[in-house]
């Protein structure tokens, strides 16, 4: 669920680890990491207005960015809403950050 991003996967394992110590278990189980990632797709919900969804669609539907509304575009890759992930046998293409993805 970090789509990737080491500062996401981080941030999702400290607080599924403080959440962990909070409820007295040795372990982060399925009902934690659920909890957090929850929280952390509210968190993301609550910033997403309808044309950054738009965008965010328009985007997932061709797997590049368009360029009619290049500032939204521009601020969902800044705010790793929008990811842009590449190799050598596809080039580069572009997807949401799977804690979007059910937002939309």
Do not use: C
């Amino acid at each position: 669920m970090s789509g990737g991003l080491m500062r996401d996967f981080v941030r999702s394992f400290h607080e599924a680890a403080v959440a962990a110590l909070s409820d007295r278990k040795e372990r982060i189980d399925l009902v934690i990491a659920q909890k957090v990632m929850n929280q952390h797709r509210e968190a993301r919900n609550l910033e997403l207005d309808l044309k950054h969804r738009e965008a965010l669609r328009t985007v997932l539907e061709h797997g590049f960015l368009t360029g009619r509304q290049r500032e939204v575009e521009e601020a969902l890759l800044r705010s790793t809403y929008l990811l842009v992930y590449s190799d050598e046998s596809s080039g580069s293409w572009f997807d949401a950050h799977p804690e979007v993805l059910p937002l939309l």
